[in-house]
């Protein structure tokens, strides 16, 4: 199943939708975002990613919440089919400082492609995009069956 895209519903859903478009490509269909608000405990200030990991669990996927990851952990996710929730700071890609969550969709001739659940579809230079994404640890939760 490809990775279908879901907008966010609120300013500070952004992890919980990125939750949402990776459990529907594995094939588990939540019907809105707001259905996992409880189960990850979102609250206006955000999800902590932990919390989205121990969701995922609920729903009987396997999920890890990681810290320090390199540029070459993306790539070789992507390649095995995974699409890693990258955990951002998205000073570097808007100049507005702000913890953020976006799925990576593919990386290519030195152009990030991700999905940003506040935009859709976006892109960035590679160099651009590892910035924002060091700045918030090089953090990632990764979701498999």
């Known amino acids: 199943m490809s990775l279908p ?3 966010q519903e609120t300013e500070y859903s952004c ?3 990125c939750l ?3 459990m529907a490509h594995f094939g588990v269909m939540v019907a809105k975002e707001s259905d996992l608000y409880d189960c990850c405990q979102t ?3 955000g999800t902590y990613a932990d919390d989205v ?3 995922a669990r609920r729903y009987g996927l396997n999920a890890t919440h990681l810290r320090h990851c390199q540029a ?3 790539q070789s996710w992507l390649s095995t089919g995974l699409y890693p929730i990258a955990l951002i700071n998205t000073y570097p890609l808007m100049a507005r400082w702000c913890m953020h969550a976006v799925i990576v969709s593919q ?7 991700f999905i940003d659940p506040a935009r859709g579809q976006s892109q960035a230079t590679a160099v651009t995009f590892l910035q924002a994404w060091q700045m918030n640890a090089s953090r990632a939760i990764i979701v498999t069956l």
Do not use: G
Not at 107 to 113: A, K, L, M, S, T
């Open 43 to 45: 609250s206006s200030i």
């Open 107 to 113: 990386i290519e001739n030195d152009v990030v492609q």
């Open 20 to 22: 949402r478009m990776v």
């Open 53 to 55: 990991v121990a969701c």
């Open 15 to 17: 992890t919980v939708a």
């Open 72 to 74: 070459s952990d993306l």
């Open 5 to 7: 895209v879901f907008l």
